[in-house]
């Protein structure tokens, strides 16, 4: 049995999640951080030092944190190989798009753009600001709709690590209220992603208690 720590409004529990529906996989979460709290008491201090979620235990394993390592784990654990190839280059095709979505796309989406989008009042929010920010984005995503004009998925033609470290930011990135340039392959592969009923579950979710007004 899986236990996770973390508010179901996190992206990156959201990623988190996600991987764990598509596996299947039994599990309970306890919502922590933001207006949940918990992350400064000791008994979370001992799951994880940095005081950040998600966390995860497997079972009475040790606990793991940082979203890319606990991905990997359950992977690597639980994952079909289609998923999480056990072929190391067959894998590091996967693992390079799954780094590069992490890196280069949710983080320039995040605090960047959604932040300043919902977790701003409408008179602090800078236009320049998000509108320079969403051409930084887009100019990544420009990079994955091009894979995606040869791929149906990220990585490659299977559902794989990689589209969850993608394609847990695109609900957010296609439901606020911007003006988004035309990538017409990763739109397409976002509707694919939406018929999936562990992304509708996991990631397909209300964020307004995060909106500031």
């Keep these: 049995m899986l236990t996770i720590w973390g508010r179901k409004t996190s992206s990156n529990v959201q990623a988190l999640m996600w991987c764990v529906g598509e596996l299947n996989l039994p599990h309970i979460r306890h919502d922590a951080g933001h207006r949940y709290g918990g992350l400064d008491t000791p008994e979370f201090g001992r799951l994880n030092p940095n005081r950040t979620i998600p966390v995860l235990q497997d079972g009475t394993n040790p606990p793991i944190w940082e979203t890319g390592a606990i991905l990997r784990f359950l992977a690597t654990r639980y994952g079909k190989d289609s998923f999480w190839p056990a072929d190391p ?49 887009e100019a990544k995503l420009a990079l994955a709709d091009t894979q995606l004009s040869r791929h149906a998925h990220l990585a490659g033609d299977a559902f794989t690590l990689a589209d969850i470290q993608l394609g847990h930011i695109l609900y ?42």
């Design 89 to 137: 280059i067959r894998r590091a095709r996967v693992d390079q798009w799954a780094e590069w979505a992490k890196l280069n796309v949710a983080q320039s989406f995040t605090t960047p753009v959604f932040w300043r989008v919902v977790r701003t009042a409408p008179q602090q929010r800078d236009p320049i600001a998000i509108a320079q920010a969403l051409q930084e984005l």
């Design 172 to 213: 957010r990135y296609y439901e606020i209220d911007v003006t988004r340039m035309p990538l017409p392959h990763l739109q397409l592969y976002y509707q694919r992603l939406c018929a999936r009923p562990a992304f509708r579950q996991h990631v397909m979710i209300s964020y307004e208690e995060l909106r500031v007004t």
